[in-house]
């Protein structure tokens, strides 16, 4: 089942094929220019004394991920379901709505995936960055699983809303939100203690902790891997009954 | 013959308004249905309720003596639903959309290859399978739609205006298909083009403020009209005071004046010699006189009142 799911996005994929191509190599490259290099400049060490350019490196692809995620959500959960309806002739075939919402972001998060591993790679060369190959799979796990949660979010904004300009503006306050309370470009020291300690707990900051953690300290966390995943996997259900009231099926 | 489709005392509300009022009919198997009545009678709700996308407040639809409310994944592999407006992908041509939904379904590759081409020659689409949804014509898209959901082969096929959208000879294509499947599967249908359902002439049932008032074939519909026909007589000249009179002759039912035209109904023909009798003298311009149709019964004077 999940090989017609994975082909519609082969096909949607080659239909705009240029339009694509093009986002994913100017995206990182625009990120570069606008974030690496400014904040490269006043920042050149973390507070325990890690280069920040490869602290930054898991959080400037985390983004570009967030990034990626956005316009395939958006279609297959808003835009299908309130302007093309073709949600609701999905919602008609023999799947259960876990499925259909397990399928969905399943193959979004494998689609953000390979573009925002052409992302790394140029991340890589514009930072002049050495990874391992090991701390480079890390980040590919932590990638997903921080996909998992924001592609959660970002289907339960689009089961919520009728209007684009609503859709929308819920959207940017999310992205925000989580690119600014997940340590992806500031280390929580910076912030207010109160706020520090709120955001720490929340799923997405323990991924790019448990990511930094295996790359700095070669720490394996269990606790901020398996929160944030059980966290997505019980979302993804809530997504699928959300699903269910709003069809009224 | 068997049930194909059961309805049991089954409602639709919205807010305080009746939708469907407790309907309970079967459908049997291979029979061709049609649904017909007014706008807001409740006909295409009728059509969700038995295509699943909406669920009944109240009652049971059971598909083959199967709940599918509470059995909805296994009830729906039995149906095909057709809406009226397009539920394309856009970004997916034609035969993408029908190959997607045909690979959910868990049909093989080759029964969608062979399907598509049967029934994209039968509709006479092949050239535009490729072509992406978002820019192929409506016509072209309802009849993708009507293939992509015979690509499951489904033995209950629930179409809303089966030839919205299409001309005359796609229209026919299209007629051509679903009669040549009838039989084989079941087929309901919602139409407000009354001469194709005329010339389909099934089981028609004719719903009105969420009931069905009227069920049967179309020569038992028209059984109540049979011996009325419908008589217009196009004068130079109606005054008023013409059309007072001639409404008055008592055999004439429903007598209206459009222009210069007296438009009326009678049981026998011997009723429009009454007219041309008491109408002697005025210069006439044209007669015209028909039996009724499925049209006639379902205008609205009749609809609410009846002929007699």
Same mark, same amino acid.
């Given at each position: 089942?999940i090989q017609?799911?994975?082909l519609?996005?082969w096909?949607?994929?080659?239909?705009? %094929?240029?339009?694509?191509?093009?986002?994913?190599v100017?995206?990182?490259i625009?990120i570069?220019?606008?974030?690496?290099v /400014?904040i /490269?400049?006043?920042?050149m060490?973390?507070?325990?004394k890690?280069?920040?350019?490869k602290?930054l490196?898991? /959080?400037?692809?985390?983004?570009?991920?967030?990034?990626?995620?956005i316009?395939?959500?958006?279609?297959?959960?808003?835009?299908?379901?309130v302007n093309s309806?073709?949600?609701?002739?999905?919602?008609?075939?023999?799947?259960?709505?876990?499925?259909l919402?397990?399928?969905?972001?399943?193959?979004?998060?494998?689609?953000a995936?390979?573009?925002?591993?052409?992302?790394?790679?140029?991340?890589l060369?514009?930072?002049d960055?050495?990874l391992?190959?090991?701390?480079?799979?890390? %980040?590919?796990?932590?990638?997903?699983?921080?996909?998992?949660i924001?592609?959660?979010?970002?289907?339960?904004?689009?089961?919520l809303?009728?209007?684009?300009?609503?859709?929308?503006i819920?959207?940017?306050?999310f992205?925000l939100?989580? %690119?600014?309370?997940?340590e992806?470009?500031f280390?929580f020291?910076?912030?207010?203690?109160r706020i520090?300690?709120?955001?720490?707990n929340?799923?997405?900051?323990?991924?790019?902790?448990?990511?930094? /953690?295996?790359?700095?300290?070669?720490y394996?966390? +269990?606790?901020?891997?398996l929160t944030p995943?059980?966290?997505?996997l019980v +979302?993804?259900?809530i997504?699928a009954?959300?699903?269910?009231r709003?069809?009224?099926? | 013959m068997?049930?194909?489709?059961t309805?049991?005392?089954? $409602?639709?509300?919205?807010?305080d308004?009746?939708?469907?009022? $407790?309907?309970?009919?079967?459908?049997?198997?291979?029979?061709?249905?049609?649904?017909?009545?007014?706008?807001?009678?409740g006909?295409?709700?009728l059509?969700k309720?038995?295509?699943?996308t909406?669920?009944?407040?109240y009652?049971?639809?059971?598909i083959?003596?199967?709940?599918?409310?509470?059995?909805?994944?296994?009830?729906?592999?039995?149906t095909g639903?057709?809406?009226?407006?397009?539920?394309?992908?856009?970004?997916?041509?034609?035969? @993408?959309?029908?190959?997607?939904?045909g690979?959910v379904?868990?049909?093989?590759?080759?029964?969608?290859?062979?399907?598509?081409?049967?029934?994209a020659?039968?509709?006479?689409f092949?050239?535009?399978?490729h072509?992406?949804?978002?820019?192929?014509?409506? $016509?072209?898209?309802?009849?993708?739609m009507i293939?992509?959901e015979?690509?499951h082969?489904?033995?209950?096929?629930?179409?809303?205006?089966?030839?919205?959208?299409? #001309?005359?000879?796609s229209g026919?294509?299209?007629w &051509?298909?679903?009669?040549?499947?009838?039989?084989e599967?079941?087929i309901?249908y919602v139409?407000q083009?009354?001469?194709?359902?005329e010339?389909?002439?099934?089981?028609?049932?004719?719903?009105?403020?969420?009931?069905i008032?009227?069920?049967g074939?179309?020569?038992?519909?028209?059984?109540?009209?049979?011996?009325?026909?419908?008589?217009?007589?196009e004068?130079?000249?109606?005054? @008023?005071?013409l059309?007072?009179?001639l409404?008055?002759?008592?055999?004439?039912?429903?007598?209206?004046?459009?222009?210069?035209?007296?438009?009326f109904?009678?049981? @026998?023909?011997?009723v429009?010699?009454?007219?041309?009798?008491?109408?002697?003298? &005025?210069?006439?311009?044209?007669?015209?006189?028909?039996?009724?149709?499925?049209?006639?019964?379902?205008?609205s004077?009749?609809?609410?009142?009846?002929? #007699?």
């Amino acid at each position: 089942m999940i090989q017609a799911f994975l082909l519609r996005r082969w096909w949607l994929f080659r239909r705009r %094929i240029f339009s694509t191509l093009t986002f994913v190599v100017v995206l990182p490259i625009l990120i570069h220019l606008a974030l690496t290099v /400014g904040i /490269g400049n006043i920042i050149m060490e973390t507070i325990a004394k890690f280069s920040y350019q490869k602290w930054l490196y898991p /959080g400037l692809v985390l983004i570009v991920n967030t990034v990626m995620i956005i316009p395939i959500i958006y279609r297959d959960f808003f835009d299908l379901r309130v302007n093309s309806r073709t949600l609701i002739t999905l919602s008609l075939t023999p799947l259960s709505k876990i499925q259909l919402v397990g399928f969905l972001l399943l193959t979004a998060l494998v689609e953000a995936t390979i573009f925002s591993m052409v992302a790394m790679t140029i991340f890589l060369y514009l930072m002049d960055l050495s990874l391992s190959m090991l701390d480079l799979l890390y %980040i590919l796990v932590s990638m997903n699983l921080f996909g998992l949660i924001v592609s959660n979010g970002l289907i339960t904004i689009s089961l919520l809303t009728d209007r684009i300009n609503t859709f929308f503006i819920v959207t940017f306050i999310f992205f925000l939100f989580i %690119i600014f309370s997940s340590e992806l470009l500031f280390e929580f020291e910076f912030y207010p203690l109160r706020i520090s300690a709120v955001l720490k707990n929340l799923p997405t900051s323990m991924i790019s902790n448990w990511c930094r /953690g295996l790359i700095f300290n070669g720490y394996f966390d +269990w606790t901020f891997f398996l929160t944030p995943l059980g966290i997505g996997l019980v +979302w993804t259900t809530i997504n699928a009954v959300l699903l269910k009231r709003t069809l009224r099926q | 013959m068997e049930a194909s489709i059961t309805l049991k005392k089954v $409602g639709k509300l919205a807010g305080d308004k009746t939708i469907l009022a $407790g309907l309970s009919f079967g459908i049997e198997r291979g029979s061709l249905v049609a649904i017909i009545g007014e706008n807001d009678a409740g006909k295409s709700t009728l059509l969700k309720v038995l295509a699943g996308t909406e669920i009944p407040d109240y009652g049971n639809v059971f598909i083959h003596g199967i709940d599918s409310t509470k059995r909805r994944i296994n009830s729906q592999s039995y149906t095909g639903f057709v809406p009226f407006n397009s539920d394309l992908d856009p970004f997916l041509s034609l035969e @993408e959309n029908i190959r997607f939904i045909g690979s959910v379904h868990g049909v093989k590759d080759s029964n969608i290859t062979s399907r598509i081409k049967k029934f994209a020659t039968d509709l006479n689409f092949m050239d535009s399978l490729h072509k992406q949804a978002s820019i192929t014509s409506p $016509g072209n898209a309802k009849k993708a739609m009507i293939v992509r959901e015979l690509i499951h082969d489904p033995s209950i096929l629930i179409i809303d205006e089966p030839t919205a959208f299409m #001309d005359a000879r796609s229209g026919r294509e299209t007629w &051509e298909l679903l009669r040549r499947l009838a039989g084989e599967k079941t087929i309901i249908y919602v139409s407000q083009s009354l001469p194709e359902v005329e010339q389909a002439n099934d089981r028609i049932l004719v719903m009105q403020q969420g009931k069905i008032i009227l069920d049967g074939t179309l020569d038992r519909l028209l059984e109540s009209t049979l011996r009325y026909h419908q008589f217009e007589i196009e004068f130079v000249n109606l005054t @008023e005071q013409l059309f007072n009179k001639l409404a008055a002759v008592t055999t004439v039912v429903n007598p209206t004046k459009i222009g210069n035209t007296l438009h009326f109904y009678g049981r @026998e023909r011997a009723v429009f010699f009454q007219v041309l009798h008491e109408a002697a003298g &005025e210069l006439m311009k044209d007669l015209s006189v028909k039996k009724l149709s499925l049209r006639d019964l379902l205008d609205s004077e009749f609809a609410g009142r009846g002929l #007699d």
